[in-house]
């Protein structure tokens, strides 16, 4: 198990590297191409609604303009743990870039106990837990669950368990 563990790194750095690359050419993207693109969108029926560190809530919809990476983990998940480091060299990476959100979803809805954690590690991530009910077709309830959202509130990539769900759309433009 640990040898599979140390694959799914990799692939994850991998794909967050390639999100990272691709933030400018979504953003220059013509909007006018040779079709359709299926549409992703948030609406109030699968939206999330998160509470932060400080009790506030704020719903998924409301970051729309902004590209949001969400990451559901928990403080006994070990493949979570595991990929903390990453997470944060990425958000290191776009310190200072208001137009990336990073949302540390902790599924044990317990918000005293994550940001201990994040501060024993010394991790400077944002956790948050659920105010509601995810809506299924963002979490299944396996962890880590990792979705990225681009500026229209569009799911652009969606990982879970290491294992890339949907297409990543943003790699074909």
């Known amino acids: 198990m640990i040898t599979t563990l140390k694959f799914k790194t990799p692939i994850f750095i991998l794909m967050m590297t390639l999100f990272s690359f691709s933030l400018s050419a979504m953003q220059s993207r013509v909007e006018n191409q040779d079709g359709p693109i299926p549409q992703n969108n948030v609406n109030d029926n699968e939206d999330i609604i998160l509470i932060d560190e400080n009790g506030k809530k704020i719903a998924l919809s409301e970051l729309k303009g902004k590209v949001v990476f969400v990451n559901f ?32 979803l902790n599924v044990e809805a317990n918000l005293t106990k994550s940001k201990k954690f994040m501060k024993d590690k010394n991790y400077d991530l944002p956790v948050y837990v659920a105010a509601d009910t995810i809506p299924s077709q ?9 979705l990225i959202f681009n500026k229209k509130g569009e799911l652009e990539a969606q990982m879970q368990e290491g294992k890339i769900l949907t297409d990543l759309r943003f790699m074909k433009r």
């Open 138 to 146: 963002y979490f299944q309830g396996a962890i880590p669950t990792t």
């Open 73 to 104: 983990w928990a403080t006994w998940c070990r493949p979570c743990v595991e990929e903390m480091p990453s997470i944060r060299d990425l958000k290191d990476k776009f310190k200072g870039n208001d137009n990336i959100v990073f949302v540390l």
